[in-house]
């Protein structure tokens, strides 16, 4: 079945770079899937952070659009997020995830990673 | 941005109890609304997509349905398994957007 992992840092100095990754297994990252992020503070609810496509297309949440940088490695099967200048609100479970292509849900979704803004 | 607002925030029920969440939307949507089941720990799992589709696997005690831009999820005799916090989700319109949650603990 499909499967999504995330790996990177669990803490984050302030200013610095947030950067983690997300295996797939399972699904072909070239297939036509959307392959997203999503984070959730703790206690509290869902934030859609973004997604992209395996040629590079992009959508962004326009309020963390200025920070954010996402990548896809089809020859490792993996994407990637990158949120510079992080602060303490970047505090977060964050979550990579799959669409299908067109009007669809997040349908998979990884286990999350924590990753924690402190000096 | 379109506003999802659930309620209620935080739901007491019994096992076996029918209940029901609410999700409005800032402006229409179509159906392009999806619900998702969280558990403490664990993340977000698809219930329902499309307003009123049920994902594969999932069972048929759950429902979805909609009215203008009022969404309803629907449990229709809560198991043990079902004690967690659901949220909708919006995909017609950037940003996507989530509603607050809702919890529903034991009574």
């Known amino acids: 079945q499909v499967q999504l992992q995330e790996s990177g840092p669990g803490l984050v100095k302030p200013s610095d770079t947030l950067s983690l990754m997300c295996a797939v297994s399972g699904d072909s990252i070239s297939s036509s899937k959307w392959w997203g992020w999503i984070r959730q503070p703790p206690g509290k609810g869902l934030e859609w952070i973004g997604y992209i496509y395996y040629n590079g297309d992009t959508y962004y949440n326009a309020s963390l659009k200025s920070r954010v940088t996402m990548s896809v490695d089809t020859s490792k099967n993996q994407f990637s997020l990158k949120l510079s200048s992080v602060t303490a609100v970047d505090t977060a479970v964050y979550y990579c995830?799959?669409?299908?292509?067109?009007?669809?849900?997040?349908?998979?979704w990884g286990q999350g990673t924590m990753v924690t803004v402190s000096s | 941005d379109i506003q999802m607002t659930q309620s209620p925030s935080t739901l007491s029920a019994s096992v076996g109890d029918r209940v029901t969440i609410t999700c409005r939307a800032s402006?229409?949507?179509?159906?392009?609304l999806a619900w998702y089941q969280q558990r403490p720990g664990k993340a977000p799992k698809l219930l329902i997509y499309?307003?009123?589709s049920l994902e594969s696997g999932v069972p048929s005690r759950f429902s979805g349905s909609e009215s203008g831009t009022e969404f309803t999820l629907t449990i229709s005799s809560l198991q043990p398994d079902d004690f967690a916090t659901y949220y909708c989700?919006?995909?017609?319109?950037?940003?996507?957007?989530f509603g607050g949650g809702t919890k529903v603990e034991i009574k």
């Open positions: 499309k307003a009123s």
């Open positions: 995830t799959r669409k299908d292509a067109g009007n669809f849900a997040f349908d998979i």
């Open positions: 989700q919006q995909y017609d319109d950037y940003p996507l957007t």
């Open positions: 402006r229409s949507i179509s159906s392009w």
